[in-house]
């Protein structure tokens, strides 16, 4: 059944719940239970990018495990969210949900008493497969619980909370950072989660209704291994093939990827002509606007994922902000998101359609080059409240699209199918991020090594007069070694490793070169980081035009007389 997005007023009476019973009474506590699941899910992803130095530190980590923990999150995770979209319709959606919120929780715990860096890597593993497991439901119960005349707003809500959860990530772990509760360092951003997913299992137990597919499906032994080797082969050199350098096997392995795609998509093919049930139900696809949503999804996303990659690199590592500054300020992109999703769904699409998310593009692409002419303009002088305004603009661009979007897709697609779309949109928005994370990373190094002959240059007369200043007269080699390290760091993948030219014993000496390295950080990062908000603007422009592919208002909900969707099997 298809359902106007523009109907999240109370259009419809209560006996007007989908699958035509009465909307179910706990539905506004369900609600509460999973989006703090999905929120926690989410921010997880990015609340460890802001404490690596800490977790460094106290672990005695290198920077490949490092990159591990970040990475073995987004892999585990994405992998599991078409297997567990699926798996709900089979299994239901609630169980489903509940076993990924308690593993969740207990790997959290892990995470949180991690000894070593592999006893963290291997929590971090089991923590995003409890997450892919759980997220891929919240969309379909949502779908199942709530009447169509309240559905567009509760998964409006839920697109923007989780959508600016990457940006409270960095916030959050920003201030645990800076506040060192109890001493613990960067271990409070992962047991936190405990006691809140203790609460949330508990409630979810007692609030959540179960619901799975009329017509049970097949388990599909062979599809998921194969779907699951596709995504980990795509993923894997996504995320870490800048790190490795890409050598020749990550680009096989991401041709590899679309091989077994290939061969996936064939399978599922010709098993769903055979038995009538795949892991991909390709019903969804008969409607050409979930197919034509999901591709401009995926290019939104590859926008956004590279954007929030870069942000705080430039804030951190350019800016030389604390972890604790840069999230903060990060923080207020979600005041515009809450702007942006607080009047798309109510007000504005049930006048305007899909110019909303025409419009939310375009205006996130001008908040993107509005913070390019600033960057620009004041450099490493830029502070936050200059910032927070463009923060601002970016984020109304990104709720109205995100509030939206996820409702009038999922509209599109029979009831029935809710957790097979819903694994489909979380799979393409986590591939949609990986991609735009490597590409934008490509970018955005190699800008930053292509400027750090200029930026020595622009820093090496002041680091000439430091040096005077000092007393130091011999200051050639000094020059010298300066351009030497400047170019080393630009080169070097692990930002901690401090190359041997930039080691200086005497205290002045190597005060004038942090000082000196400060400068030409900030005009290679500047540099690199404008180069990076204009083509992510020019991504959200032709994913602006996308959404004009779509069409303008979504079938009102009684279009079921013409299109019946399949009553949901609750209990």
Same mark, same amino acid.
């Given at each position: 059944m298809t359902q106007d997005i523009s109907a999240s007023t109370p259009a419809a009476p209560p006996q007007e719940a989908a699958g035509g019973t009465a909307p179910d009474p706990k539905r506004r506590l369900a609600f509460a239970v999973v989006l703090i699941a999905g929120f926690m899910d989410l921010v997880d992803t990015t609340i460890v990018n802001v404490t690596v130095p800490s977790i460094q530190r106290d672990l005695h980590a290198d920077y490949a495990q490092i990159e591990w923990v970040i990475a073995a999150y987004v892999l585990s995770f994405a992998a599991l969210l078409i297997l567990s979209g699926r798996l709900g319709d089979i299994f239901g959606r609630k169980r489903v949900f509940l076993i990924g919120m308690a593993g969740f929780t207990i790997a959290s715990l892990l995470c949180g008493v991690a000894v070593n860096p592999e006893m963290l890597i291997v929590s971090r593993f089991v923590q995003g497969a409890m997450a892919g497991l759980m997220v891929t439901q919240i969309l379909a119960i949502l779908h199942v619980v709530f009447p169509p005349g309240e559905r567009g707003k509760a998964v409006a809500i839920f697109g923007a909370v989780t959508g600016s959860s990457a940006v409270f990530g960095l916030a959050l772990g920003g201030v645990v950072v800076q506040w060192n509760l109890f001493g613990w360092e960067w271990r409070p951003i992962f047991l936190v989660n405990v006691p809140v997913g203790i609460a949330a299992l508990i409630a979810g137990a007692l609030v959540i209704r179960e619901s799975r597919a009329p017509q049970r499906p097949k388990l599909d032994l062979l599809g998921m291994p194969l779907a699951l080797a596709a995504?980990?082969?795509?993923?894997?050199?996504l995320t870490e093939? %800048?790190?490795?350098?890409?050598?020749?096997w990550t680009y096989g392995m991401i041709a590899g990827a679309l091989v077994l795609l290939a061969v996936f998509l064939a399978y599922e093919?010709?098993?769903?002509?055979?038995? =009538? /049930?795949?892991?991909?139900? !390709?019903?969804?696809? %008969? /409607?050409?606007? !979930? /197919?034509?949503?999901?591709?401009?999804?995926?290019?939104?996303w590859t926008a956004v994922g =590279?954007? !929030? !990659?870069?942000?705080?690199?430039f804030l951190q590592q350019g800016l030389g902000w604390t972890p604790m500054h840069a999230g903060l300020t990060a923080a207020t992109f979600a005041i515009g998101v809450g702007i942006g999703a607080g009047n798309a769904p109510d007000? #504005?699409? @049930?006048?305007?359609?899909?110019?909303?998310?025409v419009a939310g593009g375009i205006v996130n692409a001008i908040g993107f080059v509005a913070f390019s002419v600033l960057v620009a303009h004041y450099g490493h002088s830029l502070a936050s409240w200059q910032i927070i305004p463009v923060h601002i603009v970016s984020g109304i661009g990104f709720g109205l699209i995100v509030a939206p979007t996820l409702d009038l897709l999922l509209g599109q697609v029979p009831g029935e199918q809710a957790g097979n779309a819903s694994g489909l949109l979380n799979t393409v928005q986590q591939l949609g991020m990986a991609l735009g994370v490597a590409l934008t990373g490509v970018i955005f190094f190699a800008q930053v090594a292509g400027a750090s002959g200029d930026a020595?240059?622009?820093?090496? @007369?002041? #680091?000439?007069?430091a040096l005077s200043s000092a007393g130091v007269t011999s200051q050639d080699q000094l020059v010298a070694d300066f351009r030497t390290c400047v170019q080393q760091r630009a080169d070097s993948v692990d930002p901690s490793e401090v190359p041997a030219d930039c080691r200086k014993d005497a205290p002045k000496v190597a005060g004038a070169f942090g000082g000196a390295i400060a400068r030409a950080d900030s005009v290679s990062y500047s540099s690199a980081?404008?180069?990076?908000?204009?083509?992510d603007a020019g991504i959200l422009v032709i994913a602006a035009a996308g959404f004009l592919t779509l069409p303008k208002h979504s079938r009102p909900a009684d279009a079921a007389a013409v299109s019946p969707e399949p009553t949901e099997v609750t209990a």
């Amino acid at each position: 059944m298809t359902q106007d997005i523009s109907a999240s007023t109370p259009a419809a009476p209560p006996q007007e719940a989908a699958g035509g019973t009465a909307p179910d009474p706990k539905r506004r506590l369900a609600f509460a239970v999973v989006l703090i699941a999905g929120f926690m899910d989410l921010v997880d992803t990015t609340i460890v990018n802001v404490t690596v130095p800490s977790i460094q530190r106290d672990l005695h980590a290198d920077y490949a495990q490092i990159e591990w923990v970040i990475a073995a999150y987004v892999l585990s995770f994405a992998a599991l969210l078409i297997l567990s979209g699926r798996l709900g319709d089979i299994f239901g959606r609630k169980r489903v949900f509940l076993i990924g919120m308690a593993g969740f929780t207990i790997a959290s715990l892990l995470c949180g008493v991690a000894v070593n860096p592999e006893m963290l890597i291997v929590s971090r593993f089991v923590q995003g497969a409890m997450a892919g497991l759980m997220v891929t439901q919240i969309l379909a119960i949502l779908h199942v619980v709530f009447p169509p005349g309240e559905r567009g707003k509760a998964v409006a809500i839920f697109g923007a909370v989780t959508g600016s959860s990457a940006v409270f990530g960095l916030a959050l772990g920003g201030v645990v950072v800076q506040w060192n509760l109890f001493g613990w360092e960067w271990r409070p951003i992962f047991l936190v989660n405990v006691p809140v997913g203790i609460a949330a299992l508990i409630a979810g137990a007692l609030v959540i209704r179960e619901s799975r597919a009329p017509q049970r499906p097949k388990l599909d032994l062979l599809g998921m291994p194969l779907a699951l080797a596709a995504v980990v082969l795509l993923v894997y050199p996504l995320t870490e093939g %800048r790190r490795l350098g890409w050598p020749a096997w990550t680009y096989g392995m991401i041709a590899g990827a679309l091989v077994l795609l290939a061969v996936f998509l064939a399978y599922e093919k010709r098993r769903f002509a055979k038995v =009538g /049930s795949a892991l991909v139900e !390709f019903g969804v696809f %008969r /409607s050409r606007s !979930f /197919s034509i949503g999901m591709a401009v999804w995926f290019l939104f996303w590859t926008a956004v994922g =590279g954007f !929030f !990659f870069v942000w705080t690199l430039f804030l951190q590592q350019g800016l030389g902000w604390t972890p604790m500054h840069a999230g903060l300020t990060a923080a207020t992109f979600a005041i515009g998101v809450g702007i942006g999703a607080g009047n798309a769904p109510d007000k #504005l699409v @049930p006048k305007f359609g899909r110019n909303v998310l025409v419009a939310g593009g375009i205006v996130n692409a001008i908040g993107f080059v509005a913070f390019s002419v600033l960057v620009a303009h004041y450099g490493h002088s830029l502070a936050s409240w200059q910032i927070i305004p463009v923060h601002i603009v970016s984020g109304i661009g990104f709720g109205l699209i995100v509030a939206p979007t996820l409702d009038l897709l999922l509209g599109q697609v029979p009831g029935e199918q809710a957790g097979n779309a819903s694994g489909l949109l979380n799979t393409v928005q986590q591939l949609g991020m990986a991609l735009g994370v490597a590409l934008t990373g490509v970018i955005f190094f190699a800008q930053v090594a292509g400027a750090s002959g200029d930026a020595a240059d622009e820093a090496a @007369p002041a #680091l000439k007069s430091a040096l005077s200043s000092a007393g130091v007269t011999s200051q050639d080699q000094l020059v010298a070694d300066f351009r030497t390290c400047v170019q080393q760091r630009a080169d070097s993948v692990d930002p901690s490793e401090v190359p041997a030219d930039c080691r200086k014993d005497a205290p002045k000496v190597a005060g004038a070169f942090g000082g000196a390295i400060a400068r030409a950080d900030s005009v290679s990062y500047s540099s690199a980081f404008r180069t990076v908000l204009l083509l992510d603007a020019g991504i959200l422009v032709i994913a602006a035009a996308g959404f004009l592919t779509l069409p303008k208002h979504s079938r009102p909900a009684d279009a079921a007389a013409v299109s019946p969707e399949p009553t949901e099997v609750t209990a």
